[in-house]
T-cell receptor
């Protein structure tokens, strides 16, 4: 059975801290791994990773994939209160289907 | 910026009634999806749709559910004879290619079955 597991489930930090969110997976016919941010309703796209070891960066966010160890991390540096959200990891299995993890609820306190 | 739009944002229906959730995918996208998220649980895949037919569906997507692209812009999810456990947030998503691109999600329809 396909599995995507995120850790921690919940994280509370102070503004300015750096956080690392983890995602491990066991999925047949892996195609890519995606990170989404879910604030109120819709997941909004952050990154898509297909190759091992290549870091993707967008501002204070970065992510990397390890296809040998079957995991990915999402780093956020110099966190701000606006980073508070649920971060979802999803793996594209086969042509189209996304298998989601349960999410990490990140809370940034001022 | 193009976006996926869903209507209504919230729907309350009585158990046993039929509901239709509507989505307008991004205009040049070819692949359409429905996902759902029961409160406090994971986002779950329901169905994918390409070239006017279902390309993949999950075990959740049984005979109670159907999808349709009735015209060039809308993509609908019909739930027949709703049950209490169908209460969830339903997300529509679209992408322009299959394997190599991200899916863009709509804001969701919160379905409450009473």
């Amino acid at each position: 059975e396909d599995k995507v597991v995120q850790s921690p489930l919940s994280l509370v930090v102070h503004e300015g801290d750096t956080v690392t969110l983890n995602c491990s997976y066991e999925v047949t016919n892996f195609r890519s791994l995606l990170w989404y941010k879910q604030e109120k309703k819709a997941p909004t796209f952050l990154f898509m990773l297909t190759s091992s070891g290549i870091e993707k960066k967008s501002g204070r966010l970065s992510s990397i994939l390890d296809k040998k160890e079957l995991f990915s991390i999402l780093n956020i540096t110099a966190t701000q209160t606006g980073d508070s959200a649920i971060y979802l990891c999803a793996v594209r299995r086969g042509a189209q289907k996304l298998v989601f993890g349960q999410g990490t609820r990140l809370t940034i306190n001022p | 910026e193009p976006e996926v739009t869903q209507t209504p944002s919230h729907q309350v229906t009585q158990m046993g009634q039929e509901v239709i959730l509507r989505c307008v995918p991004i205009s040049n996208h070819l692949y359409f999806y429905w996902y759902r998220q029961i409160l406090g649980q994971k986002v779950e895949f329901l169905v994918s749709f390409y070239n006017n037919e279902i390309s993949e569906k999950s075990e959740i997507f049984d005979d109670q559910f159907s999808v349709e692209r009735p015209d060039g812009s809308n993509f609908t999810l019909k739930i027949r004879s709703t049950k209490l456990e169908d209460s969830a947030m339903y997300f529509c998503a679209s992408s322009d290619r299959d394997k190599g691109t991200e899916a863009f999600f709509g804001q969701g329809t919160r379905l409450t079955v009473v």
